[in-house]
């Protein structure tokens, strides 16, 4: 395994984070228990969550992947040796069933933390992220800022003020954006700066082969700014296994359990996808190889979440920590983006 640091902490994570979304739907809590042990056996210690997993979200699945990372911690002691993150979730009219407001008001903060902590069955949090911004912006599939009306007034300084009391109380540590804008992450790192208020230390944002996005704009602010990249969707929900291509049905994809979330199975996107299992054939590679190897070499990277929904695919996805790409490998992926740029929002 190759490590690195949160940015301006000594907290030593991989490279490689376990994402935990299908804990609680796809894989039931003996499954979870198994993916853990194998991923912290193989030096894997950073685990993500969010209190509205598993995904989709449901009111009867609400708090279940959490649940599972709980009983996991209860039954083997190993909290300590794991760097936990986890997520409010932000405002959405769907999820009323969390909470009487999905906003992050310092009550709903606090309520938010403290059931995680119940459900995790730990007293701190190493990273607690804010899942998507309040205000009406461009995130989950939507390729460009659209003016909208919005109510939304900047609490920006107000949201900081409550996280660092919770640091201060110990109930988490440090603190994290998620699905955020380069507007956004600049507004948090201004807040914090001028006023002395936490400061971030990541973003979990999209990014693989079928989104580059990250690279217009986001991509400077952490360089020039120190906060990494948590980079999540890496496989574009499967898509870039290549699985897809030959035609065949997978009925327990993400993409057929789930169609409502359908921004990788574009016809560009599956055009771009034979592209890079080309490249990944003509320099013996596996597409998979080749999709987490590129994300892994970014500068700009802290760790890329890996999500699998059985141990064959976590075992490919975590030994990709073992392939670099050549200059020339970089170029010809490049090509791809030039020709087909980014076709999943």
């Known amino acids: 395994m190759k490590y690195t640091t949160l940015p301006n902490t000594e907290i030593k994570v991989s490279k490689i984070c376990l994402g935990t979304m299908t804990f609680g739907q796809q894989n039931t809590e003996a499954e979870g228990h198994e993916q853990m042990d194998y991923a912290l056996e193989k030096g894997v210690n ?15 699945t609400y708090g279940s992947t959490e649940k599972i990372i ?35 008001s310092p009550a709903s903060i606090k309520y938010a933390l403290d059931n995680s902590l119940q459900r995790l069955q730990t007293d701190y949090l190493d990273l607690y992220q804010l899942h998507w911004p309040e205000r009406k912006t461009n995130f989950f599939g939507q390729r ?22 919770l640091i201060k109380e ?18 948090f790192l201004e807040e914090s700066k001028y006023n002395h208020l936490p400061r971030v230390k990541t973003v979990q944002n999209p990014y693989s082969l079928l989104n580059r996005l990250f690279e217009n704009g986001s991509a400077e602010i952490c ?9 999540y969707s890496p496989m574009a929900f499967g898509v870039l296994s290549g699985k897809f291509l030959s035609g065949e ?23 771009a996808t034979r592209l890079y299992q080309e490249i990944a054939h003509e320099n013996g590679l ?17 760790s890329t979440i890996i999500g699998a929904s059985t141990m064959e695919q976590l075992k490919e996805n975590i030994n990709t920590i073992k392939v670099t790409l050549s200059e020339d490998l970089l170029q010809a992926i490049n090509a791809v983006q030039a020709l087909i740029p980014d076709p999943a929002p």
């Open 70 to 104: 709980g009983t996991w911690f209860k039954k083997t002691g190993r909290r300590e040796e794991v760097v936990l993150a986890s997520k409010i979730a932000g405002p959405n009219p769907n999820f009323t069933y969390m909470r009487d407001k999905n906003d992050f």
């Open 249 to 271: 049905n997978h009925p327990n994809s993400r993409l057929n359990l789930f169609p409502q979330m359908a921004r990788y199975n574009s016809a560009q996107c599956a055009e």
């Open 223 to 231: 360089m020039r700014e120190n906060v990494g990249l948590l980079a």
């Open 144 to 165: 460009g800022f659209t003016v909208q009306e919005d109510a939304w007034e900047d609490n920006i300084h107000a949201v900081l003020d409550t996280l660092g009391d």
């Open 170 to 187: 110990g109930k988490i540590k440090h603190i994290g954006l998620s699905n955020e804008t380069p507007w956004g992450i600049m507004r």
């Open 46 to 60: 950073f685990f993500d969550t969010a209190e509205m997993y598993s995904v989709p979200a449901r009111e009867e």
């Open 286 to 302: 596996t597409l998979t190889e080749l999709s987490l190897a590129f994300i892994e070499q970014q500068s700009f990277l802290t």
